[in-house]
């Protein structure tokens, strides 16, 4: 019998996260896989599935916070912002401080105006900007608001340097690069990036690709208590929930909150509505 709950993968290099959830479906017997946000085919690291029933979960996740090591490559522009794509521009670099490259980042922080990618999953006139970016079409986005909370930079070995980020979902890291490099005028491009969080899930829960099988999957009632705030139930309240009536309870936060019985199964998502608190998703049964 296949398992219900999360499995964190550390995906390989090359790969789509679709390509990743067919493997995972084979690994773990079971056609009922999704992801929660994809993960660039260049890129490594935490990509959250869910398997089973806890693939109605992942509309429910709050995983707008994320976290990324990237490598950026000043003096070359490319089509697609990063190292797969053709470069289009080069630029000396001999001239760039470290301390001129640190600064320029730093006005990156903060809330701001970022366009995507053109190589994107946005959708324009109903399809992929990758997909009309690689039949050969040009493609101009509208800037979209994010948040970027981090910029560390590690190594600096120029032209390339070493950088963490931690920012909002919707933050594209090769705009980053790219914008650097516009900034400073010499053009720059992403050559590496490895996301190691993803909301509260980070490598340290992750698995390999080649290593998933039903064991590594998260249970539910883990996996509800590392992505929601928590209460626990005694017995008549386990019995409202399973037919998912209402609780006069005060959950503690406004939702969605994960509802234990007993004997800690996971039962359901509850959301404050007033005195009342209602039913999100109910997973008994």
């Known amino acids: 019998m296949s398992p219900d709950g999360l499995v964190v993968v550390d995906k390989p290099a090359g790969m789509?996260?679709?390509?990743?959830?067919?493997?995972?479906?084979?690994?773990?017997?079971?056609?009922?896989?999704?992801?929660?946000?994809?993960?660039?085919?260049m890129?490594?690291?935490?990509?959250?599935?869910?398997?089973?029933?806890?693939?109605?979960?992942?509309?429910?996740?709050?995983?707008?916070?994320?976290?990324?090591?990237?490598?950026?490559?000043?003096?070359?522009?490319t089509t697609t912002d990063d190292a797969e794509g053709e470069v289009v521009a080069t630029h000396d670099t001999t001239g760039l401080g470290e301390q001129r490259v640190r600064d320029a980042l730093a006005t990156q922080l903060g809330e701001r105006d970022q366009v995507p990618s053109a190589v994107s999953a946005v959708k324009v006139d109903g399809r992929r900007a990758y997909d009309r970016v690689r039949a050969g079409e040009r493609v101009e986005l509208a800037p979209r608001r994010v948040r970027i909370d981090a910029l560390d930079v590690g190594r600096v070995d120029l032209p390339d340097l070493d950088v963490t980020v931690r920012c909002t979902s919707g933050t594209y890291v090769r705009a980053i690069a790219r914008d650097l490099g516009a900034d400073l005028g010499v053009g720059g491009?992403?050559?590496?990036?490895?996301?190691?969080?993803?909301?509260?899930?980070?490598?340290?829960?992750?698995?390999?690709?080649?290593?998933?099988?039903?064991?590594?999957?998260?249970?539910?009632?883990?996996?509800?208590?590392?992505?929601?705030?928590?209460?626990?139930?005694?017995?008549?309240?386990?019995?409202?929930?399973?037919?998912?009536?209402?609780?006069?309870?005060?959950?503690?936060?406004?939702?969605?909150?994960?509802?234990?019985?007993?004997?800690?199964?996971?039962l359901a998502l509850y959301r404050?509505?007033?005195?009342?608190?209602?039913?999100?998703?109910?997973?008994?049964g």
Do not use: I, N, W
């Open 189 to 266: 491009h992403l050559v590496a990036l490895r996301r190691t969080t993803v909301g509260p899930f980070g490598l340290d829960v992750a698995c390999p690709l080649d290593d998933l099988a039903p064991e590594r999957v998260l249970p539910m009632a883990r996996t509800a208590r590392l992505a929601f705030p928590v209460l626990e139930l005694d017995e008549s309240q386990a019995t409202d929930v399973g037919f998912g009536r209402k609780l006069t309870v005060d959950l503690g936060a406004d939702g969605p909150v994960a509802l234990l019985a007993p004997d800690d199964t996971f």
């Open 16 to 41: 789509t996260s679709h390509d990743v959830v067919s493997r995972a479906r084979r690994a773990l017997g079971t056609r009922k896989v999704g992801h929660a946000g994809t993960l660039d085919p």
């Open 272 to 284: 404050q509505d007033g005195p009342l608190a209602r039913a999100v998703a109910v997973f008994t």
């Open 43 to 77: 890129a490594t690291g935490v990509l959250v599935l869910g398997v089973g029933r806890a693939t109605r979960l992942l509309g429910h996740l709050s995983l707008t916070g994320k976290t990324y090591d990237a490598t950026v490559r000043l003096g070359a522009s």
